[in-house]
């Protein structure tokens, strides 16, 4: 039972990280055309600190390490603790990355089964 609920849980987490990697693609593409869109900020961290919570919960802690790191940053900018929204960018396109990375390696992985 548990394996089953276990696939269950992965399942539903790959959908909602699929949503999760268009929508940060989209906010990341705002944010390098208008570094101080708060929106596209705001939409980022959600992203980043949903997936800081559940991706370790379905095996996939690195991802969720580097979701964590994305949401603090992101948190420190909008505290004015962190001000270099330029490099905030670019540290958090590593983010974005690795969403997509998750996604292909799954997708690889269904394919071969």
């Known amino acids: 039972m548990a394996d089953r609920d276990l696939s269950g849980a992965k399942r539903i987490f790959f959908e909602e990280l699929t949503s999760a990697y268009s929508r940060s693609q989209k906010a990341w593409r705002r944010l390098t055309e208008d570094p101080s869109d708060q929106e596209s900020w705001t939409a980022l961290s959600e992203i ?3 997936l800081s919570g559940s991706a370790g919960c379905v095996g996939f802690a690195s991802l969720g390490r580097i979701a964590g790191l994305c949401d603090g940053l992101i948190m420190a900018l909008k505290a004015g603790t962190f001000t270099d929204a330029t490099r905030a960018i670019r ?20 394919q071969s089964a």
């Open 48 to 50: 980043f600190h949903r």
């Open 91 to 110: 540290m958090v396109s590593e983010g974005v990355t690795e969403i997509g990375e998750t996604l292909a390696a799954q997708q690889r992985s269904l």
